[in-house]
């Protein structure tokens, strides 16, 4: 069975500028969580998504947001990026069981 | 913030258990035990969870107290490549939103 996909590995983006994020979960997994980690806070939870609807949202502010597509991949995206925004972010994805599965992350620079 | 606390970091000898221990102060009657690890560069990577009883399975065993206050990791024989940050959560069943803490950075060595 293939694993949680993360796309891009890697991208650099400058200040006010947007950027969107793709995450493929695990064939069967319907839920798909979002996490931000960097080095001063650590791994901070963003965002779930369950069948196309949020069901938990993480203290962020509205310029991070995502979505989830019926075929259970999701994207995230955050508007007008700040530098603190450089991090590597995080895409998990769970079935009906507790173990969360997570992907390689992509890893985003702001200049 | 995180509700575990956890030694910021433990050495372990190749080949040696490695007893890794957690305090879940706040933890709730419906609340599991998860634990983590995440090697350098790379996502977390699931190890094992429990509600109360001890668990077992290939990669580690999970002991918890009877109170559930506490719990501890045991990597039975650990290698170089178990070198990593090992994170306990405690959260719903659902496991949708976990809140990591700092970890512990294990080191094994030579």
């Known amino acids: 069975k293939a694993g949680v996909t993360q796309t891009p590995r890697y991208l650099i983006k400058t200040r006010g500028q947007q950027v969107t994020l793709s995450c493929s979960p695990i064939s069967g997994h319907r839920s798909v969580s979002w996490y931000q980690q960097t080095p001063g806070q650590g791994l901070q939870f963003l965002f779930e998504?369950?069948?196309?609807?949020?069901?938990n949202k993480g203290n962020f502010p509205g310029r991070f947001s995502g979505r989830q597509f019926s075929n259970s991949r999701s994207e995230m995206n955050v508007s007008t990026l700040e530098l603190g925004d450089s991090a590597l972010y995080l895409c998990?994805?769970?079935?009906?069981?507790?173990?969360?599965?997570f992907g390689p992350g992509t890893r985003l620079t702001v200049l | 913030d995180a509700k575990t606390t956890q030694p910021p970091s433990m050495d372990c000898a190749e080949g040696r258990a490695a007893n890794l221990p957690c305090n879940h102060s706040?933890?709730?009657?419906?609340?599991?035990v998860y634990w983590y690890r995440q090697i350098h560069s790379q996502g977390p990577q699931y190890i094992i969870h429990?509600?109360?009883n001890n668990e077992t399975n290939e990669m580690a065993s999970l002991i918890i107290t009877e109170d559930r206050k506490s719990s501890t990791l045991i990597l039975p024989h650990a290698t170089l490549r178990d070198t990593a940050v090992y994170y306990c959560i405690d959260g719903t069943g659902t496991a949708s939103k976990l809140t990591f803490g700092t970890g512990t950075r294990l080191q094994v060595t030579l």
């Open positions: 998990a994805s769970s079935s009906l069981a507790n173990e969360q599965f």
């Open positions: 706040t933890i709730s009657g419906n609340e599991y």
């Open positions: 429990g509600l109360k």
């Open positions: 998504y369950f069948s196309e609807t949020q069901r």
